[in-house]
Structure formats: structure tokens, C-alpha cells
């Protein structure tokens, strides 16, 4: 018997590849299956469906031909982010439960369970393979549509966003993306030696500073924030400006990237400035999260929509949550403050891009409600969009060089940060807070965590650094802020729970005419007809979603790989609308065994119900301002094909409906997303009522200050930004009034 090993198609590709060679085989033969390579017929009637549909500026022969030949395992940056992924950011019980899953694949009894053959997937032809595959996304067993979602995920997201091949023949032409954006980013690209020698910000560099005997490295300040995101930047430029006789710190885990070295592209932009480099997901897959995790946080990456918390929600939460303060006055000055400072303000109607545009006809033409979104660009939003387009998420490339007509988005680095620099706080980026500590009487003392000097070296490790603080706000967004409250022994029951997520899902649609949808700006209006389906507040908005390949890669269908090849090829004639439920049921944050915050979180039957209604009209609004085809986001789920004939047309289109209302949105069946977590640290009138009261403060501990998107009872049930920074000027202008308090008091607390 030969003891050599066996060689298999695809090799590990690293010697730190989580899985052995034989998973790894398993695993690609699997993801090569969603995007393949065509054959010679297939690549035929791709050409040809290709033409039918895209009649201005179509790509090369050559072009298409290469695309036809591409599958996902033909570009490297999918296997090395594949790689990489599962050794960063995946977590240990996820990766065990993926290699189960490809060694009971692996023989002939779980392949004939999973496959129903007891020939494994690797033996069988890529046709072979596809049907299965097709079987798993309906398949009785959990498991099985639950691979489906996985693997579909991980294939089309990494191929989508890193493939040049694909980018070329589907007419995406990466950053820059207009003239007017190359003439900007070749200045940017001059002024890059005078941006190094005058960086906007500095930070501390620890690798300079000696450690104590145990290794530690100690610093002090007064008064500490953890996390520079729409929280934590506003409350470190409020505190510095209104404390200056005390000193003020900002430690981001994350790292910043002035705009010379921001990333251009999608994929470096979801690994540089994304929690968990972009690939957080909750604990049962159902959903994926995105937040960010760079200097400025959310805002630095986010989409800049600026509304403030509606009447009707903050009523609610002023009579049913016992936050009087929701419905003041004061507070209502704090969300003009920050409104005032983001340069806040609304597009007029004529300059929305098309998928923008197809709200405003297709909402006018149904009678419905939708209004022009308010946005935090400074200088004009259109002139502003010509830059940057839709590439916000991989950072504002109209917020770095200071030409006032071209505007630039106004995250916290641009305002607040800067106060607070020029206020002289000091600034650590890659310092990761673990944990907050205390003296035996519940004072705050500190924090202490890892700090690594760059964004090479993985999260979680680095030097261990212990900051001592008399004061300590805790802003790391919902995510966050529960893990390093619970880390630090803190028990309030609220702590990690009434998770909020705003889940979304997608619309697709397909024009006659060209979208080119990376361009415009992504949200400049809304449909708000569906808010209220509950007559409690509870409903979902419609807006424009991003539209750089990795995203509209994720929500567009996939029935075969031909199938899903054709639609992907036609990226430039279509346009995506994401309906966002503002939910009535939450999840909850707990630690797992190595001290990480995990998220359970499913979408709710009753907030499904809403997206449902909510997803139908997007379709309907679709359909009446012209779509030619209309892509709903369930597997499996019928399409609309615009029909010539006005009758068997709305019979098409009621017909898809109504099977879409019986599949139902479902846990395993729908991509679900959510970019707006809130809620995980609520305040509240009584400890019983809230981990913090309703100036941010910790019930349990003194010195300890909750800011940031986590303090709120519920949802916003509108674009979450404006309302975490109202809340964290409103918490800010509280710790101002306790400090001079204490210092007018006894004293003691005033030398901080
Ligand atoms: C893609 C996307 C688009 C969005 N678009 C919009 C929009 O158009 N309008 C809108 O209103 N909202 C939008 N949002 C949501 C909005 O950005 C967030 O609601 C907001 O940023 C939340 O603010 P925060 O302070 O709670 O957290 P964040 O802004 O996320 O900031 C938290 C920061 O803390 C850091 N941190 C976390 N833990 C630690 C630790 N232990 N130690 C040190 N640092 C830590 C993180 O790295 C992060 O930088 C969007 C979000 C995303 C992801």
C-alpha cells in the first residue's frame, strides 16, 4: 500500500491555512463551482445574452472571452483574502464547524447525505457540482441552506470585488472614476510628499517608549476615550474645548489613513477600514454586519446620510423607555449643534443619479412618499459626488485636500477630531482597549489593552500598555462597547442585550439604458411611504444602496454559474435599492470563550414581515419608474421580466409577487445586511431600566461614561449617524457639568 500522500487540485496556500490540504481542496472545488469557468456553449450564449442587453459602449470580444474563462479560483486575491479571513477574522468554533462540514464531505457516507452520491465533490464534473449546489440552497436541512449562504457569500463577494477580468468586461473602471475624479486624485497625488511632512494628525508611537519591568508600557491622561467614531470623536472634541485645564486622550483600535494613502479599491477598503476587516456576520450567518473600525469610525467609511431622530421615535422613547430628555429642547439643540457642524443639508431634485432617480419617479408615479436626504458634504453634494461617486465606503476622497468647491464629506476626523487636536489632546491608533479597571470603591482607573504599530501586525496582539485615567468614556459603538464592559467585569443585566441592527435586504433592477452605478452620489433620496406598517413605528424605508462590485455581487441572484455570469456582466445597466426595517425585536452581545464580543441576532418574524411588505414596493416603484428586469433577493425567487403587453405584463408581475409572498423572507433564504447597530448599552431611568442612566453614565461604576450609537432603547428607525452624535454631545455636555461640579465641590475630584 503506497503511504504517499495524495496531490490534490488545489494546494494550501500558506503553511498557516487553517485547513489541511484535503478541506482546502474541498473547500475551492465548492466556491469554484458558484463562479466557474464557462464552457465553449456557455460562453456563446453568455456573448449573445450579453449584446441583447448592453447596447452602449459594450466591452471587447477579448474581453468577454477572458471573463468566460475566469473562474473565482483563477484570481490569487481570492485564495490569499480566503486565507487570510479564516486565520484573522473567523472565529475558532465557526472554522471547526466548516471543517466538519468538508471532512464528512470527504467520505462516502457524508457525501452521499450532502450529495446524495458517495462520490465526493471534487471527483464530480462542474455541472455535477452546480446541482448540487442548486439542491443545497432548497434543501429541507438546515445545514445545507445554511452551506448555500456560506459558501455563495465567501465566492461572489471576494471574486466580485478583486477580479480585474471582471471589472474590465463588465465596464467598472475602479477609482478614479470620472475626469473630474482623475484630475482630483492626480493632485492628491502631488500634495502627497507636503500631506507626509504636515500629517493632519499624530500619534503617540509607542515602540519609543520604554516599558516598566514587566513589559508593561504606562501612560496617563485624564480624562480617556476609547474609540474616535461619530461617538467618540464628538465627545473628545466637546471635552477638549470645554476642559482645557484637563488633559484628553483617544485610543482607536483601528488606524488612520490620510486620503494619499486611503484605499482605492473595494477590497482594500472592506480589510483596511471595516470591523473585522469586513467579514462580521451574526452568530447563525443569518446576517452580516458592517461597521467601521478606522480613525473617525462609522463616519470615516459611512454613506453620509443625516437625519435626525424622528418626533415620533423620540416620543417613544421619552413615555415608554422613561427618557423625558428624549423630547427636550436641550436635546433638540444637540442634534442642531451637530447638525450645524456636519454642514447638514438636503439635495434638491435634480441632480440624484439613476438609481436615486428611480425613486423619485417611481414613488411619484405610485402616489407615494419620499423626500430628498439630507447629507453631511461640505460645499455642494454634487459637486462633491463627481469625486467621489459611490467609493464613500473605502473613505471620502473629496475630504482631503481643502478646495471648498469640491466638497468632502464631514466625518468626525474633519471636525471634531481635528478640535480636538488643536485643543491638544493626544491621539493612539492600534491600541486596542481589553479592559477598564477600577479601585476597590467602583472609581474608574483606567484602561489597559495591546497597542501593535501597524495594521500588519493582527488585532489581538501587540504590547500591553495600562493608561491611567480619572475619567473614562467608553465609545466603540455597539459592537464594542458591551465586550469591553463585560471583559471588565461590569453585570447590568441590559449590558450586550436590546440589540438593534436595522437588518436590510436588496432590490436589484436592470435598465434599458446605461446606470453606471458606482457613480452619484449612493443616497440623496428616500421612499418613506412604509415606515409606519405597524402603526407603532415600525416599517422600513427605501433608499439607494452602493453600488462597487463586491455589493451588488452579493445581492443579485445566483440560479447557475451561466445564470449568474450573465447578470453580472450587465453591473453597468443596474441599480440597487436597500430597504432598511427599522426593528421591533433585538439580539444580544455576548463574550465567547477568548473574550470576543459575538453577536446573536436573527432577524425577527415580525420585522420580516415588515421587510416583505417594504421589499414589494421597492419592486413596485421599480417596475413604474421602467425597470426591464427586477432581481428580488431570495434564492430560488422568481424574476420580473418587463413584458411587452401591458395586460400579461402586470399578470407577470402579480404572479412574482405572489410567489415571492409564499417563499417569504426567511432566515436561510435572503442575504440579510445591517450597517446601523444600536442599543447594546441603553440608557435608562433605573438600573433596572438601562446599563447607564440617561446622561451615559454607568450605573455601576463612577467616572464611566457610555457615548456612542449603544445608549439608545431602541431603534432610530432613520440613518443612525446624526442621532449617536446628538446623544454624544448630550452625554458630553453632561460629564462637562459633573466635572465642574466636582471642582466646585470639596475639590478632591477636581485635579484630575
Ligand atoms: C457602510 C456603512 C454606511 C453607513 N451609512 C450611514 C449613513 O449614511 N448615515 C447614517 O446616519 N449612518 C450610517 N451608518 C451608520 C453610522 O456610521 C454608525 O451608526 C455610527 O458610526 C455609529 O457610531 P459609534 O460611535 O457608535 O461607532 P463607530 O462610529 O463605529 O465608532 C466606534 C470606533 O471604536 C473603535 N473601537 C471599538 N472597540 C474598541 C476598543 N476596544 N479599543 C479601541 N477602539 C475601539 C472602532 O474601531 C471604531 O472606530 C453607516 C455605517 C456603515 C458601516
Same mark, same amino acid.
Given at each position: ?235 473628545? @472634541? ?55 473600525? !478606522? ?134 491608533? %492600534? ?29 489581538? !496582539? ?178 420580473? !421580466? ?53 446622561? @451615559? ?36 455636555? %453632561? ?18
Amino acid at each position: 500500500m503506497s503511504t504517499e500522500a495524495p496531490t490534490y487540485r488545489f494546494a494550501r496556500p500558506s503553511d498557516k491555512c487553517v485547513f489541511d490540504a484535503a478541506q482546502w481542496n474541498m473547500l475551492i472545488h465548492i466556491l469554484e463551482t458558484y463562479v466557474p469557468k464557462l464552457t465553449p456553449e456557455e460562453t456563446e450564449e453568455l456573448k449573445k445574452d450579453y449584446y441583447e442587453h448592453v447596447k452602449v459602449n459594450p466591452a471587447d470580444e477579448k474581453a468577454l472571452e477572458a471573463y468566460a474563462q475566469e473562474s473565482v479560483v483563477d484570481v490569487p486575491e481570492v485564495l490569499e483574502d480566503l486565507d487570510w479571513i479564516f486565520q484573522r477574522n473567523v472565529p475558532e468554533d465557526k472554522v471547526a464547524e466548516i471543517k466538519t462540514v468538508l471532512n464528512i464531505l470527504d467520505t462516502r457516507l457524508g457525501a452521499l447525505a450532502f450529495t446524495g452520491s458517495t462520490i465526493p465533490m471534487y471527483e464530480k464534473t462542474r455541472h455535477e457540482r452546480e446541482q448540487i449546489i442548486q439542491g443545497w440552497s432548497v434543501a429541507r436541512m438546515a445545514t445545507l441552506r445554511k452551506l448555500f449562504k456560506a459558501f455563495q457569500g465567501m465566492a461572489r463577494l471576494l471574486w466580485s470585488r478583486a477580479s480585474p477580468v471582471y471589472h474590465r468586461a463588465a465596464g467598472f473602471p475602479g477609482y478614479p472614476f470620472t475626469k473630474e475624479s482623475e484630475e482630483e486624485y492626480k493632485k492628491i497625488k502631488e500634495s502627497a510628499a507636503a500631506l507626509d511632512a504636515n500629517p493632519e494628525f499624530k500619534f503617540e508611537d509607542l515602540s519609543q517608549v520604554a516599558a516598566a519591568e514587566n513589559g508593561v508600557i504606562r501612560l496617563s491622561t485624564s480624562i480617556l476615550v476609547i474609540g474616535s467614531g461619530c461617538g467618540g470623536g464628538v465627545v473628545a @472634541g466637546h471635552l477638549s474645548k470645554a476642559l482645557p485645564h484637563h488633559q484628553l486622550m483617544v485610543v482607536e483600535k483601528g488606524f488612520w489613513y490620510p486620503i494619499h494613502k486611503a484605499p482605492i479599491t473595494e477590497r482594500d477598503g472592506s480589510k483596511m477600514m471595516f470591523e473585522g476587516n469586513g467579514t462580521m456576520q451574526t452568530n447563525d450567518g443569518s446576517l452580516s454586519v458592517l461597521a467601521g473600525s !478606522t480613525w473617525g469610525g462609522g463616519s470615516a467609511i459611512n454613506w453620509g446620510v443625516s437625519w435626525q431622530l424622528p418626533a415620533r421615535t423620540r416620543k417613544e422613547w421619552s413615555e415608554k423607555f422613561g427618557l423625558p430628555f428624549a423630547t427636550s429642547s436641550d436635546f433638540q439643540d444637540c442634534l442642531d449643534y451637530v447638525s450645524q457642524v456636519g454642514q447638514v443639508k438636503s439635495w434638491d431634485d435634480l441632480d440624484h443619479n439613476p438609481s436615486n432617480a428611480a425613486i423619485v419617479k417611481g414613488s411619484h408615479r405610485l402616489g407615494e412618499a419620499y423626500v430628498s436626504v439630507p447629507q453631511n458634504i461640505a460645499g455642494s453634494p454634487d459637486a462633491h459626488s463627481k469625486i467621489c461617486g459611490a467609493f464613500c465606503s473605502v473613505s471620502c476622497k473629496g475630504a482631503g485636500l481643502d478646495t471648498p468647491s469640491r466638497g468632502g464629506k464631514l466625518g468626525v476626523a474633519k471636525t471634531y477630531l481635528a478640535d480636538a487636536r488643536d485643543n491638544g489632546a493626544k491621539f493612539i491608533q %492600534g491600541f486596542e482597549v481589553d479592559k477598564i479597571l477600577f479601585d476597590n470603591k467602583g472609581n474608574v482607573t483606567g484602561v489597559e489593552g495591546l497597542w501593535r504599530a501597524s495594521p500588519d501586525e493582527p488585532a489581538g !496582539t501587540g504590547k500591553k500598555v495600562i493608561i491611567s485615567a480619572k475619567k473614562v468614556i467608553c465609545s466603540g459603538g455597539t459592537m464594542n462597547t458591551p465586550a469591553v464592559l463585560l471583559r471588565s467585569g461590569l453585570r447590568n443585566w441590559w449590558i450586550g442585550r436590546n440589540v438593534h441592527m436595522h437588518p436590510v435586504v436588496f432590490c436589484q433592477s436592470q435598465w434599458k439604458e446605461e446606470t453606471r452605478p458606482w457613480e452619484g452620489s449612493i443616497i440623496s433620496v428616500a421612499n418613506t411611504e412604509h415606515t409606519n406598517l405597524d402603526n407603532d413605528g415600525h416599517g422600513a424605508v427605501i433608499e439607494g444602496m452602493l453600488m462597487l462590485p463586491g455589493f451588488g455581487a452579493l445581492t443579485l441572484p445566483w440560479n447557475s454559474g451561466l445564470e449568474y455570469k450573465k447578470v453580472m456582466l450587465r453591473y453597468k445597466h443596474l441599480t440597487s435599492h436597500v430597504i432598511i426595517a427599522r426593528d421591533r425585536d433585538s439580539g444580544r452581545i455576548m463574550l465567547d470563550r477568548s473574550g470576543k464580543g459575538r453577536l446573536d441576532y436573527t432577524p425577527s418574524e415580525f420585522d420580516r414581515a415588515n421587510l416583505m411588505e417594504a421589499l414589494i414596493s421597492a419592486m413596485k416603484i421599480n417596475r413604474a419608474a421602467g425597470a426591464e428586469t427586477i432581481f428580488p433577493p431570495i434564492y430560488n425567487a422568481p424574476i420580473y !421580466t418587463r413584458r411587452a403587453d401591458k395586460e400579461e405584463d402586470q399578470k407577470h408581475f402579480d404572479d412574482t409577487i405572489a410567489k415571492i409572498r409564499r417563499m417569504g423572507l426567511t432566515p436561510d433564504n435572503t442575504a440579510y445586511g445591517s450597517a446601523h447597530q444600536m442599543g447594546s448599552c441603553r440608557m435608562g431611568p433605573t438600573p433596572r431600566m438601562g446599563a447607564c442612566n440617561d446622561k @451615559g453614565k454607568i450605573w455601576e461604576k463612577n467616572g464611566l461614561y457610555v457615548a456612542d450609537a449603544s445608549l439608545m432603547p431602541a431603534s432610530s428607525g432613520v440613518n443612525p449617524m446624526i442621532t449617536t452624535q446628538g446623544l454624544a454631545e448630550w452625554v458630553s455636555r %453632561g460629564i462637562v457639568a459633573d466635572v465642574l461640579r466636582e471642582e466646585a465641590g470639596d475639590g478632591k475630584s477636581a485635579k484630575l
